[in-house]
């Protein structure tokens, strides 16, 4: 793969052995280093991990990950919050029900594109009331000093909600593989950090999840997986957007 070819990256790599994906393993550092060569100036790594609680200790594998990113010489431009509207049941002992994974937004100096989702406001028009903490207790500041109203839309804060589970694909081939994203986390991070056109790579593409959302969305796709049996699944998954005579192995 030529250097500065990839304008975005979106991955979830396997962490701290919670899966055997058919025994297959990573060096974190290498990829890292790799990554950031393979990617152009403002691209994106969107890296999406979490811990493992051993003998009642979390591993932090995800924050070794962020360090090991920003030590290669990514910026961590964001620590997104990937929140499951209905995580697995599950007993947690004397911890509350896990139910996020971090969304790391690592970028090579500032990124070039961002589109960001928006939501409506409720105050639309109205002037923005702030208040300053002063030695005399809370004060209002002057509307002189404020002078902005509120927009009618604003950038969605970065804890993101997505259905976990089956509802996450319609894609019923693709939940062979035991840990898929769901389509619409990948839609909403394509549509933030690239234009059309643009190439979005999955460096541990699984069922393809990433390629078939970047071909709904216009962008060109690359990706790796190491199993011979879940490039099978990619290759049924995405079938029907690949031309004829080609094979993803
Ligand atoms: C969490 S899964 C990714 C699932 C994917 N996001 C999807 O939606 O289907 C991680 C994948 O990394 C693959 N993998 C593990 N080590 C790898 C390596 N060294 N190179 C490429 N892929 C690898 C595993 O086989 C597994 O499919």
Same mark, same amino acid.
């Given at each position: 793969?030529?250097?500065? $070819? ?23 550092? +290498? ?60 007993? #947690? ?11 790391? #937004?690592?970028?090579?100096?500032? %990124? ?42 604003? +950038? ?21 593989? %035991? ?19 643009? $190439? ?50």
């Amino acid at each position: 793969m030529p250097d500065e $070819l990839i304008d975005m990256t979106i991955t979830s790599p396997p962490y701290d052995d919670l899966r055997d994906y058919n025994g297959y393993h990573f060096p974190v550092e +290498k990829i890292a280093g790799s990554l950031l060569r393979k990617t152009k100036p403002g691209g994106v790594v969107i890296w999406v991990v979490a811990d493992r609680t051993v003998d009642g200790d979390e591993t932090l594998t995800s924050f070794r990950h962020a360090l090991i990113f920003q030590e290669a010489g990514f910026k961590v431009h964001d620590t997104m919050i990937y929140a499951k509207n209905n995580p697995i049941p599950s007993d #947690c002992g004397k911890r509350y029900r896990q139910a996020f994974e971090y969304m790391f #937004c690592f970028s090579k100096g500032s %990124p070039k594109t961002f589109n960001p989702i928006t939501e409506p406001t409720k105050s639309a028009g109205t002037k923005i009331k702030a208040f300053r903490i002063t030695e005399r207790g809370r004060g209002n500041v002057p509307d002189e000093d404020i002078g902005r109203q509120i927009k009618s839309e604003r +950038k969605l804060s970065n804890i993101f909600y997505y259905n976990v589970g089956t509802s996450s694909s319609v894609d019923k081939v693709a939940f062979q593989h %035991p840990a898929i994203f769901p389509e619409k986390l990948v839609e909403d991070q394509i549509r933030t950090w690239t234009g059309s056109g643009e $190439l979005v790579y999955d460096c541990f593409m699984g069922s393809g999840t990433t390629a078939k959302v970047a071909h709904q969305l216009g962008r060109r796709w690359l990706g790796s997986e190491v199993s011979r049996d879940y490039i099978q699944i990619a290759e049924q998954r995405l079938a029907k957007y690949l031309p004829q005579s080609v094979s993803l192995a």
